[in-house]
């Protein structure tokens, strides 16, 4: 009996140490397969932190641009005025007014007619001073910006 009991012990020793092999083995495989996705965790992490930086990029350069071809074109809008002193003689009093007319531009197009505005002045009356606050088109609040020197084209 004494070879028998070799043999079973044998057997029962390679079953046990196969089995204590495939344990150790699984766990390895599970503790890779663990690495491994955490690594893809962290792959799909960073890909998507720069999928959403890369689109707040694309979101700000469009927004720059709209902002830049918005000011380009608020760049070539203009006003242009003229302004000039009409007499109306009837029979003994001259009746004096001064008249200024504007119109919009952008580059050479005309965007507008000429807009006309009539005021009557009296004597001394500084002419230049009331002009400036007669603006049918007011620059400032036009285009949004401070108002520049206008163009005139006639006095």
Request: glycine share 4%; aromatic share 8%; proline share 4%.
């Amino acid at each position: 009996m004494n070879p028998l009991w070799w043999v079973v012990w044998s057997g029962i020793c390679s079953v046990g140490t196969g089995l204590l092999v495939y344990f150790i083995m699984q766990s390895r495989m599970e503790v890779l397969l663990s690495k491994q996705r955490e690594d893809l965790a962290a792959a799909r992490a960073a890909l998507a932190a720069q999928k959403d930086a890369l689109q707040d990029s694309l979101r700000n350069a469009t927004e720059s641009s709209r902002r830049q071809a918005m000011d380009d074109f608020l760049a070539d809008i203009r006003i242009e005025e003229r302004h000039y002193t009409r007499e109306q003689k009837m029979l003994f009093p001259t009746k004096k007014s001064l008249v200024r007319q504007e119109r919009i531009f952008f580059r050479n197009i005309p965007l507008s007619n000429w807009v006309e505005q009539e005021m009557p002045i009296q004597e001394g009356a500084d002419i230049d001073k009331l002009v400036e606050t007669m603006f049918v088109f007011a620059g400032a609040a036009l285009l949004g910006e401070t108002p520049e020197p206008v163009r005139r084209l006639l006095r």
